[in-house]
């Protein structure tokens, strides 16, 4: 069975507190995503990463991909109010070389920065 | 630039009636694809489309199904409507190649 699994479900952190969500999958797939949804919206697209060694970063946040171990992380630094937010990864499996809409997402993190 | 339209934003539907939701993807983009969110089973993946063809089906029952046009544009449509039913259903449309999807504002469908 197909499975994307993240951890934690949930963070709750302090401002200016750094900390590392995790994403494992059990498939192969080289293409990998990572959504932010905010509460009664909807997925806002945050890296695209497409290859073993991806490494993206933007803002405070930064994400990575290890195909090998199958693991993505989305790391974030110094963590504001305003990153609080359910964060999704999502596996690939499409079988069409590129964008195939089949997506499988993990359960997400419900991040909670507190001042 | 126009993003990933979906209508209506919101359902009320009654056990057992039918419903049909659309999504109108970014100018360009010709694969399409459906995912069901609720707060027990989280986000799962219907359907996709490109070019009007359908190439990947979840597993989900025959009662839900979609459809695409000569404009990319989508719908999807799910019959005798059960409670579980209610859900958030999102659209995302893609150029294809691995440029990633955008989603759409989604359509909150309630079952009563």
């Known amino acids: 069975e197909l499975k994307v699994e993240q951890n934690p479900l949930f963070l709750s952190m302090q401002e200016g507190k750094n900390y590392t969500i995790y994403c494992n999958y059990s498939?192969?797939?080289?293409?990998l995503y990572w959504y932010r949804q905010d509460p009664g919206k909807s997925l806002e697209s945050l890296f695209v990463?497409?290859?073993?060694?991806a490494v993206k970063q933007e803002g405070r946040l930064m994400a990575s991909l290890d195909t090998k171990a199958r693991l993505s992380t989305l790391h974030i630094t110094a963590a504001v109010h305003d990153l609080s937010a359910t964060y999704f990864c999502?596996?690939?499996?499409?079988?069409?070389?590129?964008?195939?809409?089949?997506?499988?997402f993990g359960k997400g993190t419900k991040l909670s920065v507190k001042p | 630039k126009a993003g990933v339209t979906q209508t209506p934003r919101y359902l009320i539907k009654t056990r057992g009636q039918q419903v049909t939701l659309s999504c109108s993807p970014i100018s360009g983009h010709r694969s399409v694809s459906w995912y069901q969110q609720t707060p027990g089973q989280g986000l799962q993946f219907l359907f996709e489309?490109?070019?009007?063809?359908?190439?990947n089906k979840g597993n989900f029952p025959g009662r839900f199904s979609g459809r695409q046009f000569s404009n990319s544009r989508s719908e999807m449509n799910v019959s005798t409507l059960e409670l579980g039913d209610s859900a958030l259903y999102l659209c995302a449309s893609s150029p294809g190649g691995v440029l990633g999807y955008t989603f759409g504002s989604g359509t909150r469908l309630t079952v009563v």
């Open positions: 489309y490109f070019s009007e063809t359908q190439r």
């Open positions: 999502a596996v690939d499996i499409g079988n069409y070389g590129g964008s195939q809409g089949n997506l499988i």
């Open positions: 990463l497409l290859s073993n060694g």
């Open positions: 498939t192969t797939s080289d293409r």
